[in-house]
């Protein structure tokens, strides 16, 4: 089993940054892919970006897609996104999952279902 936690979350000006840190611990980081998602006040949680085992291999829900960037360093168990041009919409508890190495993960990133592993979560506030 791995526990998950985030942290870096915070307020921020439209346009802004932040970056979010996902901490790994309790087993090989490496042998697992791991996503962000995010849920907004009355909203479903929603994908945001996905990255594989090896970090080679990554994915964004099309609002994010050149303004968030998903990392990881394995050697310090953590994944990173960092979000830039941030808006009032980003607005969301952002969540960290992870499930086992799988050969489905390109196919199957976005799915709740597909994660064993979440985080508490970590509040990002963007004011217009």
């Known amino acids: 089993q791995v526990q998950l936690v985030e942290s870096g979350g915070g307020l921020v000006q439209a346009g802004g940054s932040l970056a979010l840190s996902c901490t790994a611990s309790?087993?090989?980081?490496?042998?697992?892919?791991v996503g962000w998602f995010r849920q907004a006040p009355g909203k479903e949680r929603e994908f945001v970006a996905g990255?594989?085992?090896?970090?080679?291999?990554?994915y964004y829900i099309d609002s994010v897609k050149g303004r968030f960037t998903i990392s990881r360093d394995n050697a310090k168990n953590t994944v990173y996104l960092q979000m830039n041009s941030l808006k009032p919409e980003d607005t969301a508890v952002y969540y960290c999952?992870?499930?086992?190495?799988?050969?489905?993960?390109?196919?199957?990133?976005?799915?709740?279902?597909?994660?064993?592993?979440w985080g508490q979560g970590t509040q990002v506030t963007v004011s217009s």
């Open positions: 999952a992870a499930c086992v190495v799988a050969t489905y993960y390109s196919a199957t990133y976005s799915k709740i279902s597909t994660y064993d592993y």
């Open positions: 309790g087993r090989t980081f490496s042998n697992y892919d």
């Open positions: 990255i594989r085992w090896s970090g080679r291999s990554t």
